[in-house]
């Protein structure tokens, strides 16, 4: 009984990071680094409230969000892919970009520096077994099946195939005929729609936005995608690894093993760990952030 | 012998085809004709204007001029698709193979069969291996490329234009990383092919090569086709004067020649001594093999070859930018194996970079700071601060001495010209105290005039008493400049002779394989 | 005299020029996307620009307090300048500032308040520097030795190094019932209020000068060491710095260090010269703002000093134009500018270089291939 209710909060938790995560993971394989991700998320939460607040559904939340999603993504592959601008600095003034547009519009529509009023999610929360109502959530679903999808798409499709070689080897995949701008387009917005998607699953979960509700969830989803080697079924164990860590130690409050703050540090520790190599090296796709 | 030629259009027909970029006439009228199921070899030296040439006739890029015809058909301007969809497809010499990708996935990347929205992975790996079998270019579809052998890599490289259907193929130097094994099994497997009536278009600079597999050979030299010979009429002597050409024999004179017995020093310790010395490549081959020479003072010894024979290792080792795996290095006496680039510098050894651009100068640096690259702890106080007349002082001086052009040295080393940017390498690895010069390709894309200065500031380093050792991949060059010359071929050198006794004509065998004299 | 004097002067003055071409394409970027913002919000342009300047430079305390972020943005705009001129992008100055002010806040805590001001103060900056270098450090050797991408590293190190910090803090140092820690005996910085009358009230302190002057310090290192020009050459062409006997992988150490080191010195503004403490969360955002504060200042410690002073006036002035507009207003308008600079910076030099090559042909570089 306490393992059912460990589990599915560790999935409730894990959501938003296996579909930013998705979105990291096909960002990065077209060769586009993702450090958008935050911001993109919290894009896709603002928009899911927008819409569920003025459209009365959360559905119409889900448009909206994945509509914010896209402009971000626009927006990161117009600087990067057509102008080449540098992607690390690009990502970074995303999420810049992000918070303080959230913020903005957040005074605009809700008159509040602080969060939006309460709006209706796909309702099913609860604690104990109410939890499983949440799996009414459609995104729930599709924050499951997002990575396993991610792999067939990538390992099961002419799509992923080249996706694969452009971030590996642009200019042999050009030879062959390829597009190699137009398929990273491709891959940033499909990141921007998945990350975007994370985003309102927690919005629409805790009903309301709050200011910077992301919190460095997208920064967790990309550590997920580098300690995952960029291999989508292992971001995906990488992902309920650090979800299940953060159900441990919620659940662990009181007794204090281990103090709660470095539990939190487990996903960053262990990205730097892999980036060194110290076991099994953590190797890139070769042309990740080159656009010649 | 040769087959059929008689009754079909020719495969290709290039005729009067010319390239510019820019100022650059990479190709002048040139004509080439290749028959139907023959295999034909574009020779000529680096720079010679065959890439181009084949960048043009598979779609890489547009001709300025004149007439391309496939099969009868004016095909003249077409793109690589179109090229592709008639069957003519071109190996590159460098690997454009993804190498996280399985040798089939690269196979079909951009045409890949499907089942519905899947990938048709089962059809994939049958279909190559029923081609690989049928073309004798045996390799395990399934492997990933980047646990294939250099050999296996080519095959797949071959596989990848045969599969889009080429029945026109064009290798770019297929051989120049290969093994002599694995160069055999490339000749058994073009020999398949051209039975099946392929026809195939083979650039290479190795006459041994061309004597081996080719039926027909065009000679292209200065971006123009200069002969063509049907193999079996000819010999690699007449290929190589051809390549080469007779009007480049040759600048130097006997006198000179002459004065070179009593100019060398060899009492004293050598200028650099090379001893045993052996070097692995990025690929992890022996590129150097055991290599054994010395650089007495005042002589000028020329290393002459085509490119890619571990000249650029061997400089790399002498520099101290690579670790040799075994041997050692002297300096005017000194081992220097274990120094590094600084000390070595220290020691009195100067460095040309063979490519300027890369290694030689700092571009976006200005003229008075590449003027101090590698000294520039010379140039610094104590406690780090440069010494920023000394650094003008030195720059003015300089760019006076070696007549820099233009003279202000605030400029960065970008804006110069070929010729003048050299000229700042120079500056730097000449215009100071040093034993020994390592002099690479030193006139390489510099216009007449800076190449005569170049040259008689080499000849007035080796009768200054330094030792020079220069690698040029232009034989007229180390002709007219060196008192001894070496010939480098896969690693080693295959003749080492005094000048007086070499022409243009006497090398070309060495260096493209086709004769070996081992000298000490 | 004229004749080689004049180009050269032409040279210099040409290249402040274009340095200064993409930064002011952005600037004017972000002041459309401002207006339209503006607008939106059902406000004047002209009159919530007119309230930011008047918020900022129209009064001696709104000045203050610009001259207060002035100090922060240039030590992290130094911080990422100078890992650039390496080649090297530290994202890490979130946590490295962090750091600095954590220990500086420390050891004036530690040190006994009979401690000479002088040296408790140098003693204190020595400590924030030190911190923030070893914060630094740390990716450098990560980058040098395995080859770590240094931008992943620094990145996730800000969050080790924040919540590590925050941990300390909360269960161990702070005053209860806060986030801070308790007051440093010694190692004050007094305010410029002390000094000026017209100040008072304003976080200003004299921090500033030590900002100054580690701009200083940055550009004679940069500019006229020895390390300076390799560090320099390793960052524009690794290859040509290895030629020139320069060791790349200790050059990018040396580089995280220092560039940890600029983001550490940042802490004391808070913590010498305003608060005298440590207090969780003291300056976030100032470490990422320092990459637009670098972008803009084109990675010249003078160009840092005054994009810092642009920077903090925008900071300052979000506050000043609340009251019409919300004040996030500024924060959207910094990433518009880092986005636009960074966008316009490779196209001006594409433009740039195709226009000097169609004035200037030159003799064809390599022939062939």
Redesign the interface.
Same mark, same amino acid.
């Given at each position: 009984m306490i393992l059912l209710a460990f589990l599915l909060q560790t999935i409730r938790i894990a959501i938003p990071y296996l579909l930013a995560a998705a979105g990291g993971v096909m960002s990065e394989r077209v060769g586009v680094i993702a450090l958008g991700l935050e911001g993109m998320m919290l894009g896709g939460a603002f928009g899911a409230v927008l819409g569920s607040y003025y459209g009365g559904s959360a559905w119409i939340g889900l448009v909206c969000a994945v509509a914010v999603g896209l402009f971000v993504a626009s927006l990161l592959a117009l600087c990067t892919l057509r102008f080449r601008a540098d992607q690390v600095v690009v990502g970074i003034a995303i999420n810049l970009l992000v918070i303080g547009a959230t913020r903005f519009f957040l005074r605009l529509a809700f008159d509040s520096a602080s969060n939006s009023p309460r709006v209706d999610g796909f309702g099913g929360e609860g604690s104990g077994l109410g939890v499983m109502a949440s799996f009414s959530n459609p995104l729930v679903l599709l924050g499951l099946l997002s990575l396993p999808a991610l792999w067939w798409l990538l390992w099961r499709t002419p799509f992923g195939l080249r996706a694969r070689a452009v971030g590996e080897k642009p200019e042999a995949a050009a030879t062959l005929g390829v597009h190699v701008g137009a398929l990273r387009l491709r891959g940033v917005l499909l990141c921007g729609v998945l990350a975007s998607l994370g985003g309102a699953y927690l919005a629409l979960d805790q009903h309301q936005f709050t200011d910077s509700m992301t919190a460095g969830r997208g920064f967790i989803a990309l550590a997920a995608v580098i300690f995952g080697r960029w291999m989508p079924l292992r971001v995906a164990a990488a992902c309920l690894f650090f979800a299940a860590a953060e159900t441990l130690q919620i659940q662990l409050q009181g007794i204090q093993l281990v103090p709660s703050q470095f539990v939190e540090l487990i996903p960053y520790v262990l990205t730097i760990v892999a980036l060194a190599g110290v076991v099994g090296k953590s190797v890139p796709p070769a042309a990740l952030g080159k656009v010649e | 012998m040769s087959t059929a030629t008689n009754t079909p259009p020719m495969a290709v027909r290039m005729s009067q085809v010319s390239k510019r970029f820019g100022a650059v006439q990479a190709n002048r009228d040139v004509t080439l004709e290749v028959a139907s199921g023959e295999i034909h070899a574009l020779v000529g030296e680096n720079g010679a204007g065959k890439s181009t040439l084949m960048h043009l006739l598979s779609g890489l890029s547009t001709p300025s001029g004149g007439r391309i015809e496939v099969l009868g058909r004016d095909v003249t301007g077409w793109d690589t698709n179109a090229a592709i969809d008639a069957g003519v497809g071109m190996v590159h010499q460098h690997f454009m193979l993804v190498p996280t990708l399985t040798v089939a996935e690269n196979l079909v990347l951009g045409r890949e069969p499907t089942r519905g929205l899947l990938l048709d992975d089962a059809r994939a790996v049958a279909d190559v291996r029923a081609l690989a079998e049928r073309t004798g270019l045996r390799v395990d579809p399934t492997r990933l490329v980047a646990a294939l052998s250099v050999g296996e890599a080519q095959r797949v490289e071959i596989l990848k234009v045969l599969y889009r259907g080429a029945r026109i193929l064009i290798l770019d130097e297929p051989t120049a990383v290969l093994s002599p094994p694995e160069v055999e099994e490339l000749w058994t497997v073009l020999r398949g092919l051209r039975a099946q009536g392929d026809t195939i278009i083979i650039i290479t600079h190795k006459l041994d090569e061309v004597v081996a597999i080719s039926d027909a050979i065009t000679v292209m030299r200065d971006g123009r086709n200069i002969a063509r010979f049907a193999t079996a009429d000819t010999t690699p002597r007449d290929i190589a004067r051809a390549m080469v050409g007779r009007d480049v024999v040759l600048a130097f004179d006997i006198k000179h020649a002459a004065a070179v017995s009593s100019r060398v020093r060899t009492d004293g310790p050598a200028a650099l001594a090379v001893r045993d010395l052996s070097v692995h490549g990025d690929r992890g081959t022996l590129v150097i093999d055991q290599l054994s020479f010395s650089v007495e003072p005042g002589e000028i010894f020329g290393i002459a070859g085509v490119e890619g024979n571990g000249q650029t290792e061997l400089l790399d080792v002498l520099a101290g930018l690579r670790r040799a795996e075994t041997g050692s290095v002297h300096i005017d006496g000194q081992d220097v194996s274990l120094l590094s680039v600084r000390a070595r510098s220290d020691a009195g050894l100067s460095h040309i970079p063979e490519d300027r651009h890369r290694r030689g100068l700092v571009l976006d640096y200005s003229v008075s700071e590449n003027l101090l690259l590698g000294r520039q702890h010379h140039f610094a106080s104590s406690i780090g601060t440069m010494d920023q007349d000394k650094i003008a002082r030195h720059a003015e001086l300089q760019v006076k001495m070696f007549d820099i052009r233009p003279p202000d040295v605030s400029l960065s080393a970008r804006a110069l010209s070929g010729g003048n940017q050299q000229k700042v390498v120079i500056a730097r690895e000449m215009g100071r105290a040093f034993t020994v010069l390592l002099a690479a390709q030193p006139t390489r894309g510099v216009d007449v005039g800076a190449i005569e200065f170049i040259h008689a500031q080499l000849r007035a380093a080796r009768d200054a008493g330094k030792g020079v050792l220069l690698v040029s991949a232009d034989l007229a060059e180390v002709l007219a400049l060196s008192d001894r010359i070496a010939v480098m071929y896969e690693g080693q050198f295959v003749c080492v002779l005094p000048s007086s006794e070499c022409n243009a004509e006497h090398l070309g065998p060495y260096m493209t394989g086709a004769a070996r004299a081992v000298a000490t | 005299m004229s004749a080689?004097a004049s180009?050269?002067t032409d @040279?210099?003055l040409m290249r402040a020029a274009q340095a200064m071409l993409a930064p002011v394409l952005a600037v004017a970027v972000a002041m459309v996307v401002g207006d339209l913002?503006i607008l939106?919000?059902g406000e004047s342009p002209a009159t919530v620009y007119h309230l930011l300047l008047e918020g900022t430079w129209g009064n001696w305390y709104g000045f203050g307090q610009v001259l207060y972020k002035t100090m922060t943005l240039t030590c992290t705009g130094l911080a990422f300048a100078y890992a650039g001129r390496a080649g090297l992008?530290n994202?890490g100055a979130e946590g490295q500032l962090a750091a600095g002010g954590f220990a500086a806040a420390l050891l004036g805590l530690w040190l006994p308040a009979a401690t000479p001001a002088v040296l408790a103060i140098l003693l204190c900056v020595a400590a924030a520097m030190a911190a923030g270098g070893a914060a630094g450090a740390v990716p450098g050797v990560?980058r040098a030795?395995?080859g770590?991408?240094e931008?992943?590293?620094t990145?996730? /190190?800000n969050?080790?190094l924040l919540?590590?910090l925050?941990?300390a803090v $909360?269960?161990h140092l702070s005053v209860p019932e806060t986030l801070h820690t308790e007051s440093m005996r010694s190692g004050f910085v007094p305010r410029l209020g002390g000094t000026f009358a017209v100040f008072a009230g304003s976080a200003a302190n004299w921090t500033i000068v030590i900002a100054v002057a580690a701009a200083v310090f940055a550009w004679w290192k940069l500019f006229?060491?020895?390390?300076g020009?390799?560090l320099?050459?390793v960052g524009?062409?690794p290859?040509?710095?290895?030629? @020139? @006997?320069i060791?790349v992988p200790r050059t990018w150490i040396r580089a995280m260090v220092w560039s940890g080191a600029f983001a550490g010195l940042g802490g004391i503004n808070f913590v010498l010269g305003y608060k005298h403490y440590y207090e969780e969360g003291f300056a976030a955002g100032s470490g990422? /703002?320092g990459?637009?504060v670098a972008?803009v200042g084109r990675n010249h410690p003078i160009g840092i000093v005054i994009s810092a002073l642009l920077f903090a006036t925008l900071s300052q002035g979000g506050l000043a134009v609340n009251a019409l507009v919300?004040k996030?207003?500024?924060?959207?308008?910094?990433?518009?500018v880092? /986005?636009a600079v960074?966008?316009a910076?490779?196209?001006v030099q594409r433009l740039l270089r195709k226009s000097?090559a169609a004035l200037?042909?030159? $003799?064809?570089?390599? $022939? @062939?291939?």
């Amino acid at each position: 009984m306490i393992l059912l209710a460990f589990l599915l909060q560790t999935i409730r938790i894990a959501i938003p990071y296996l579909l930013a995560a998705a979105g990291g993971v096909m960002s990065e394989r077209v060769g586009v680094i993702a450090l958008g991700l935050e911001g993109m998320m919290l894009g896709g939460a603002f928009g899911a409230v927008l819409g569920s607040y003025y459209g009365g559904s959360a559905w119409i939340g889900l448009v909206c969000a994945v509509a914010v999603g896209l402009f971000v993504a626009s927006l990161l592959a117009l600087c990067t892919l057509r102008f080449r601008a540098d992607q690390v600095v690009v990502g970074i003034a995303i999420n810049l970009l992000v918070i303080g547009a959230t913020r903005f519009f957040l005074r605009l529509a809700f008159d509040s520096a602080s969060n939006s009023p309460r709006v209706d999610g796909f309702g099913g929360e609860g604690s104990g077994l109410g939890v499983m109502a949440s799996f009414s959530n459609p995104l729930v679903l599709l924050g499951l099946l997002s990575l396993p999808a991610l792999w067939w798409l990538l390992w099961r499709t002419p799509f992923g195939l080249r996706a694969r070689a452009v971030g590996e080897k642009p200019e042999a995949a050009a030879t062959l005929g390829v597009h190699v701008g137009a398929l990273r387009l491709r891959g940033v917005l499909l990141c921007g729609v998945l990350a975007s998607l994370g985003g309102a699953y927690l919005a629409l979960d805790q009903h309301q936005f709050t200011d910077s509700m992301t919190a460095g969830r997208g920064f967790i989803a990309l550590a997920a995608v580098i300690f995952g080697r960029w291999m989508p079924l292992r971001v995906a164990a990488a992902c309920l690894f650090f979800a299940a860590a953060e159900t441990l130690q919620i659940q662990l409050q009181g007794i204090q093993l281990v103090p709660s703050q470095f539990v939190e540090l487990i996903p960053y520790v262990l990205t730097i760990v892999a980036l060194a190599g110290v076991v099994g090296k953590s190797v890139p796709p070769a042309a990740l952030g080159k656009v010649e | 012998m040769s087959t059929a030629t008689n009754t079909p259009p020719m495969a290709v027909r290039m005729s009067q085809v010319s390239k510019r970029f820019g100022a650059v006439q990479a190709n002048r009228d040139v004509t080439l004709e290749v028959a139907s199921g023959e295999i034909h070899a574009l020779v000529g030296e680096n720079g010679a204007g065959k890439s181009t040439l084949m960048h043009l006739l598979s779609g890489l890029s547009t001709p300025s001029g004149g007439r391309i015809e496939v099969l009868g058909r004016d095909v003249t301007g077409w793109d690589t698709n179109a090229a592709i969809d008639a069957g003519v497809g071109m190996v590159h010499q460098h690997f454009m193979l993804v190498p996280t990708l399985t040798v089939a996935e690269n196979l079909v990347l951009g045409r890949e069969p499907t089942r519905g929205l899947l990938l048709d992975d089962a059809r994939a790996v049958a279909d190559v291996r029923a081609l690989a079998e049928r073309t004798g270019l045996r390799v395990d579809p399934t492997r990933l490329v980047a646990a294939l052998s250099v050999g296996e890599a080519q095959r797949v490289e071959i596989l990848k234009v045969l599969y889009r259907g080429a029945r026109i193929l064009i290798l770019d130097e297929p051989t120049a990383v290969l093994s002599p094994p694995e160069v055999e099994e490339l000749w058994t497997v073009l020999r398949g092919l051209r039975a099946q009536g392929d026809t195939i278009i083979i650039i290479t600079h190795k006459l041994d090569e061309v004597v081996a597999i080719s039926d027909a050979i065009t000679v292209m030299r200065d971006g123009r086709n200069i002969a063509r010979f049907a193999t079996a009429d000819t010999t690699p002597r007449d290929i190589a004067r051809a390549m080469v050409g007779r009007d480049v024999v040759l600048a130097f004179d006997i006198k000179h020649a002459a004065a070179v017995s009593s100019r060398v020093r060899t009492d004293g310790p050598a200028a650099l001594a090379v001893r045993d010395l052996s070097v692995h490549g990025d690929r992890g081959t022996l590129v150097i093999d055991q290599l054994s020479f010395s650089v007495e003072p005042g002589e000028i010894f020329g290393i002459a070859g085509v490119e890619g024979n571990g000249q650029t290792e061997l400089l790399d080792v002498l520099a101290g930018l690579r670790r040799a795996e075994t041997g050692s290095v002297h300096i005017d006496g000194q081992d220097v194996s274990l120094l590094s680039v600084r000390a070595r510098s220290d020691a009195g050894l100067s460095h040309i970079p063979e490519d300027r651009h890369r290694r030689g100068l700092v571009l976006d640096y200005s003229v008075s700071e590449n003027l101090l690259l590698g000294r520039q702890h010379h140039f610094a106080s104590s406690i780090g601060t440069m010494d920023q007349d000394k650094i003008a002082r030195h720059a003015e001086l300089q760019v006076k001495m070696f007549d820099i052009r233009p003279p202000d040295v605030s400029l960065s080393a970008r804006a110069l010209s070929g010729g003048n940017q050299q000229k700042v390498v120079i500056a730097r690895e000449m215009g100071r105290a040093f034993t020994v010069l390592l002099a690479a390709q030193p006139t390489r894309g510099v216009d007449v005039g800076a190449i005569e200065f170049i040259h008689a500031q080499l000849r007035a380093a080796r009768d200054a008493g330094k030792g020079v050792l220069l690698v040029s991949a232009d034989l007229a060059e180390v002709l007219a400049l060196s008192d001894r010359i070496a010939v480098m071929y896969e690693g080693q050198f295959v003749c080492v002779l005094p000048s007086s006794e070499c022409n243009a004509e006497h090398l070309g065998p060495y260096m493209t394989g086709a004769a070996r004299a081992v000298a000490t | 005299m004229s004749a080689s004097a004049s180009p050269r002067t032409d @040279g210099w003055l040409m290249r402040a020029a274009q340095a200064m071409l993409a930064p002011v394409l952005a600037v004017a970027v972000a002041m459309v996307v401002g207006d339209l913002l503006i607008l939106t919000y059902g406000e004047s342009p002209a009159t919530v620009y007119h309230l930011l300047l008047e918020g900022t430079w129209g009064n001696w305390y709104g000045f203050g307090q610009v001259l207060y972020k002035t100090m922060t943005l240039t030590c992290t705009g130094l911080a990422f300048a100078y890992a650039g001129r390496a080649g090297l992008f530290n994202v890490g100055a979130e946590g490295q500032l962090a750091a600095g002010g954590f220990a500086a806040a420390l050891l004036g805590l530690w040190l006994p308040a009979a401690t000479p001001a002088v040296l408790a103060i140098l003693l204190c900056v020595a400590a924030a520097m030190a911190a923030g270098g070893a914060a630094g450090a740390v990716p450098g050797v990560l980058r040098a030795r395995f080859g770590a991408s240094e931008v992943i590293v620094t990145i996730m /190190l800000n969050f080790v190094l924040l919540a590590m910090l925050n941990y300390a803090v $909360a269960s161990h140092l702070s005053v209860p019932e806060t986030l801070h820690t308790e007051s440093m005996r010694s190692g004050f910085v007094p305010r410029l209020g002390g000094t000026f009358a017209v100040f008072a009230g304003s976080a200003a302190n004299w921090t500033i000068v030590i900002a100054v002057a580690a701009a200083v310090f940055a550009w004679w290192k940069l500019f006229r060491t020895r390390s300076g020009y390799e560090l320099r050459a390793v960052g524009l062409q690794p290859d040509a710095a290895e030629y @020139g @006997g320069i060791p790349v992988p200790r050059t990018w150490i040396r580089a995280m260090v220092w560039s940890g080191a600029f983001a550490g010195l940042g802490g004391i503004n808070f913590v010498l010269g305003y608060k005298h403490y440590y207090e969780e969360g003291f300056a976030a955002g100032s470490g990422f /703002l320092g990459i637009a504060v670098a972008l803009v200042g084109r990675n010249h410690p003078i160009g840092i000093v005054i994009s810092a002073l642009l920077f903090a006036t925008l900071s300052q002035g979000g506050l000043a134009v609340n009251a019409l507009v919300p004040k996030q207003l500024v924060d959207i308008l910094q990433a518009v500018v880092i /986005l636009a600079v960074a966008t316009a910076v490779p196209e001006v030099q594409r433009l740039l270089r195709k226009s000097a090559a169609a004035l200037m042909p030159r $003799a064809s570089l390599e $022939a @062939g291939t």
